[in-house]
């Protein structure tokens, strides 16, 4: 079946430092969703990529999503202790009774350090 | 956030208990979940409903029992469970439009102590 790995699973930075994700899957994506939880908290929605080698910012933030529509990475610049939490990618199945459900990798917990 | 609700929010219950966790939308989705979080492991989807009806069964152990008695509530009726079922159970929803991937909107989830 398809499968979502996200690396680093752990993440520790100084405050002020850059902090980068990756996501890739072993089957070609049409979009791609990424989400953060809090510590304490549930996942929320961030963005979603459609385009192959889209990028998009938010802020401090910038999402891409690869040319062949498998990988993609969120960054985040001069990171703050606000940007703790789990960060989810999250790509759609293909066909079967699955179709349009999400498959979420397994996640990078970020801690900051002030 | 006040779209998705669960209660209750947290549960301690024994093995030999029957429990059952609420979820309620207020966003008027079509589509509605089940996930279970545990530690250091990835979100595990369990059920999705559409249109009320169940449309995925991830190979969940019977003594999780879903219900969705409407397209704005859902039910997880547990019973006999073990204790590695003790995690944070999510429900999430979303608007299922044909042909789309829609956003997912998470509950605060329900954290779960089997003993």
């Known amino acids: 079946g398809q499968q979502v790995m996200q690396i680093p699973q752990y993440q520790h930075v100084q405050e002020g430092e850059d902090f980068t994700t990756y996501c890739n899957s072993s089957t070609t994506l049409s979009n791609i969703q990424w989400y953060k939880q809090r510590p304490g908290g549930h996942p929320v929605f961030l963005i979603q990529?459609?385009?192959?080698?889209e990028v998009k910012k938010q802020k401090r933030l910038t999402f891409q999503f690869g040319e062949a529509k498998k990988n993609s990475s969120l960054h985040i610049t001069a990171t703050q202790t606000t940007d703790v939490g789990t960060y989810f990618c999250a790509g759609p199945n293909a066909g079967g009774t699955s179709y349009g459900k999400l498959t979420f990798g397994q996640g990078t917990i970020l801690t900051v350090h002030p | 956030e006040t779209g998705v609700t669960q209660t209750p929010r947290h549960l301690v219950m024994g093995m030999t208990n029957k429990k059952s966790l609420k979820c309620e939308q207020h966003?008027?989705?079509?589509?509605m979940y089940w996930y279970k979080q545990s530690a250091k492991k990835p979100l595990e989807l369990m059920f999705v409903y559409n249109f009320k009806e169940q449309t995925e069964n991830n190979s969940v152990p019977s003594r999780f029992s879903p219900e969705c008695p409407n397209s704005s509530h859902l039910f997880l009726h547990l019973h006999t469970l073990q204790p590695e079922d003790s995690a944070l159970y999510l429900c999430?929803?979303?608007?299922?439009?044909?042909?789309?991937?829609?956003?997912?909107?998470f509950g605060p989830g329900t954290r779960l102590t089997v003993l």
């Open positions: 990529l459609v385009k192959s080698g």
């Open positions: 999430a929803s979303s608007q299922d439009r044909a042909g789309a991937t829609d956003t997912q909107y």
């Open positions: 966003l008027g989705h079509n589509a």
